[in-house]
T-cell receptor
Framework: GAGVSQTPSNKVTEKGKYVELRCDPI?????LYWYRQSLGQGPEFLIY????????DSGLPNDRFFAVRPEGSVSTLKIQRTERGDSAVYLC????????????FGPGTRLTVL | QKEVEQDPGPLSVPEGAIVSLNCTYS??????FMWYRQYSRKGPELLMY????GNKEDGRFTAQVDKSSKYISLFIRDSQPSDSATYLC????????????FGKGTLLTVNP
């Protein structure tokens, strides 16, 4: 079956602009995660959804970052007033039922803030 | 001190070599240990996971965890050019081990 998909694959924006990154999890997966991977680093946890609700948003770096999952499937990561330091690959992952299940990652969205 | 330390390499080996990749971690409460493989411009994919100390084998791959030393390893036998990738150790925390803390990753190149 189809894996996790993320759009766009690449996003270039200017400092101060607003961006939205989309994640389509594997069909039927109830848990969804966002991670951020900076160059030369491992992914860093941002937020975890169980269904429609954010069960843990402790990794969001500041209030410019927000994520939603209104129908318990597709999720959108929103970044306001982008800064050059936000440049990274944003990875989405999903798992079947609970957070103990294997996390399957998408290919990521490469965000560049000029 | 970072929670998970991993030597970023790069590591270059000839085809057929045995590869050893390692991580150390600082929090003894960690209880779920994983290795992910990440090809260039792709998302990480899970290779192996374990909850306990000891060895776990899957084909050419062996994962080893030593909780007393807070040390985890991945061994790759008979390495192939297709194994060339970045290998990331990850440790699960949070109430149900969902919050993965990754090492920096080790870039491995297997030369034919």
């Amino acid at each position: 079956g189809a894996g996790v998909s993320q759009t766009p694959s690449n996003k270039v924006t200017e400092k101060g602009k607003y961006v939205e990154l989309r994640c389509d999890p594997i069909s039927g997966h109830t848990a969804l995660y966002w991670y951020r991977q900076s160059l030369g680093q491992g992914p860093e946890f941002l937020i975890y959804f169980q269904g429609t609700g954010a069960a843990d948003d402790s990794g969001l770096p500041n209030d410019r970052f927000f994520a939603v999952r209104p129908e318990g499937s597709v999720s959108t990561l929103k970044i306001q007033r982008t800064e050059r330091g936000d440049s990274a690959v944003y990875l989405c992952a999903s798992s079947l039922l609970s957070s103990t299940d294997t996390q399957y990652f998408g290919p990521g969205t490469r965000l560049t803030v000029l | 001190q970072k929670e998970v330390e991993q030597d970023p390499g790069p590591l270059s080996v000839p085809e057929g070599a045995i590869v050893s990749l390692n991580c150390t971690y600082s929090n003894s409460a960690f209880q779920y240990f994983m290795w992910y493989r990440q090809y260039s411009r792709k998302g990480p994919e899970l290779l192996m996971y374990t909850y306990s100390s000891g060895n776990k084998e899957d084909g050419r791959f062996t994962a080893q965890v030593d909780k007393s030393s807070k040390y985890i390893s991945l061994f790759i036998r008979d390495s192939q050019p297709s194994d060339s990738a970045t290998y990331l150790c990850a440790i699960g925390s949070g109430g149900s081990n969902y919050k993965l803390t990754f090492g920096k990753g080790t870039l491995l190149t297997v030369n034919p």
